[in-house]
Structures are given as C-alpha cells and as structure tokens.
C-alpha cells in the first residue's frame, strides 16, 4: 500500500513537470497536480479499500454493484467534465505531445546549454516515450487507458481534444472501457484478496 501511495505521488509529480515543461504555464500545472492528487486520493480509497472488502463479502453481486457504482461515479465526471470544457487533468497537454512532442525532444537534444540538457532529460526521455506510445492507434490507447485509468480519462482522450456534445462513439468508448476497467481489476482484486487472507492467516 505504502509503495502504491509513493508511487502515485512520484507520478503526480511526473506528471507536473510534463504539464510545467509542455504548457510553460503555472496555474494549469498547479491545476492539474491538484486534479489528479484528488481523484488519486478518492481512488486509491474506492480501488483499495472499498472495492476489495465489497467483493469479498458479496462476491459476484459485490461484483455487479461495484461495477455500476464506478460507471456511475465515472459519468457524472465525464458530464461534468464535458460541460465545465476546463482541462483539469492535463488531456491536451497530451495531445499536443502527441503533435508536437517530437520537436521538443529534438530541442533539449539539440541544446548547447549543459543545464538545461542535464535537468530535462528525464522529461524529454519520458516525452519521447509518451510520443510514441500516443502514436499507436485508438485501440491499443483503448486498451492501455482502460486498464491503467479509469473510463473517462479513456473517453475523454479518445475524444481527440473536442469540446462538442459527447456523441454514440463516446458513448461506446465509455461503457466498454468501463466495463474492460471494472473486469480488469476485479482480477486484481481478487489477488489481493487472497494475499491479505494468506497473511492473515499466517497469524
């Protein structure tokens, strides 16, 4: 648990210095950081802690109810997130990685200035691997969004920075990722479901 919570925040923090070093502008970078600390917050509760003990008492019914609580949760979000047109959580910071990360990357190689080259290379290292993992086509995003983020997040990516009504394809886009999403980690859980009751028993 403690290595998921490290985890989340060193990405939170990836995260900013992306925003900070692709949009040059603090208040979306502040933004943004606190965007994804809430939502990791309420997550990390809902993914760790209600979802496992829900699932353990009430099985495949625990299964279902978790299932239409996260679609739910997920499309107020999407609504809100659709209406509000504020890019909270950085999507076309990501899209326009998607075209312009590669002159960028090719920038702080390029650079003479030894400090600028030492300090962003890490971020241009993970740029250049954002640019070719967002060069893939919109099933493998599908696939990879689905199961590393929560339905919307997928959605609005695949939404490729419209601002319009959410249309069929968004819909689809959203009830598939959620049901992939919610499928997917209901396996998770059930590991460490198994894991918690094996150490349990150890005592």
């Not at 939404?159 to 009504?165: G, I, M, T």
Request: with cysteine; charged share 15%; glycine share 4%.
């Amino acid at each position: 648990m403690l290595h998921d919570i490290l985890m989340i925040i060193l990405g939170i923090m990836v995260l900013g210095i992306i925003v900070f070093f692709v949009s040059k502008n603090i208040k979306k970078t502040a933004q943004v950081i606190s965007a994804w600390g809430i939502y990791e917050v309420y997550n990390s509760i809902f993914d760790f802690i209600l979802w496992p003990t829900i699932q353990n008492f009430y099985g495949w019914r625990g299964i279902i109810f978790l299932i239409l609580v996260a679609m739910t949760n997920n499309f107020l979000i999407l609504r809100w997130y659709s209406k509000k047109k504020v890019d909270w959580f950085g999507v076309d910071v990501f899209a326009d990685i998607k075209e312009k990360g590669h002159v960028w990357t090719q920038k702080v190689g390029d650079s003479k200035n030894a400090i600028k080259k030492i300090s962003l290379y890490i971020p241009a290292k993970i740029l250049h691997f954002l640019i070719w993992l967002l060069n893939k086509n919109d099933i493998f995003a599908f696939i990879t969004l689905s199961v590393w983020q929560d339905s919307f997040i997928t959605t609005i990516f695949l939404r490729h920075n419209k601002s319009d009504k959410l249309n069929k394809r968004d819909y689809f886009i959203f009830f598939s990722s959620t049901l992939l999403s919610c499928l997917w980690w209901s396996v998770l859980a059930q590991v460490i479901i198994i894991v918690v009751k094996s150490i349990i028993g150890l005592f």
